[in-house]
């Protein structure tokens, strides 16, 4: 079945860095990345997602990019703020779209 | 508002006392699934259903039941907890028939079972 890896699980940087989580996935079948933010308490909230056939989205500080042929993506937050510090978990859909298969997640600290 | 809710938000209980986590969302959609969050393992889906009276098993059922007999609601039962059942849970709702497309969360439940 389909296996996600996340890396880092942990990031630090400073307000107006840059941050990137990575992520890989096993099934080639995937069609379907989101990313969701987990703020403490809180239950995931989708904050950008792309789909096999694109290879790059992006909204206001956020981005992913995708690479079919390394099986691969990842999220790209720019001009880092405090309130951006929460869980990320990356996820892809399973080949038979019954489910979406999570990373680890990564826990992202931006200090001010 | 458009939204997912569970109850309870906690929730301690001791070994072998039935429970059932509930589940409802207001927005029409399909595809109910529900998750269990562990440190270091991430969400790992229990079980799903694509529609109603429709459901089937997740990576790690056992222990669990579900029933969708509404559209609305997907409540999540555990007929004799057991201390390995202590997590935090999630539901989750999708419009159209698939998980492939944006899954709305709910608060979440903490389960503790001592």
């Known amino acids: 079945g389909e296996n996600v890896e996340q890396h880092p699980s942990t990031l630090s940087v400073q307000e107006g860095d840059s941050a990137v989580i990575k992520c890989t996935y096993s099934d080639s079948a995937s069609n379907y990345f989101p990313w969701y933010k987990q703020e403490l308490g809180k239950g995931p909230q989708l904050i950008i997602d792309?789909?096999?056939?694109?290879g790059e989205k992006k909204d206001q500080r956020i981005a992913v990019t995708l690479n079919k042929t390394a099986k691969h993506f990842s999220l790209h937050i720019t001009e880092t703020q405090p309130e951006d510090s929460a869980v990320y978990f990356c996820?892809?859909?399973?080949?038979?779209?019954?489910?979406?298969?999570f990373g680890k997640g990564t826990t992202l600290s931006v200090s001010s | 508002e458009a939204q997912v809710t569970q109850n309870p938000r906690y929730l301690i209980t001791v070994t072998g006392k039935k429970l059932t986590v509930t589940c409802s969302q207001n927005m029409n959609h399909e595809y109910m699934s529900w998750y269990r969050q562990d440190p270091g393992l991430g969400l790992r889906q229990i079980y799903y259903?694509?529609?109603?009276?429709?459901?089937d098993k997740g990576d790690v059922p056992e222990g669990y039941k579900v029933s969708r007999k509404e559209k609305r609601n997907f409540p999540l039962i555990l007929e004799s907890p057991s201390p390995n059942q202590t997590s935090l849970y999630f539901c989750?709702?999708?419009?159209?028939?698939?998980?492939?497309?944006?899954?709305?969360f709910g608060q979440g439940t903490r389960l503790t079972v001592v």
């Open positions: 996820a892809a859909s399973n080949q038979a779209g019954t489910a979406l298969i």
């Open positions: 989750a709702s999708s419009p159209r028939h698939r998980a492939n497309t944006e899954a709305f």
């Open positions: 792309i789909r096999s056939n694109v």
């Open positions: 259903s694509m529609n109603v009276e429709v459901t």
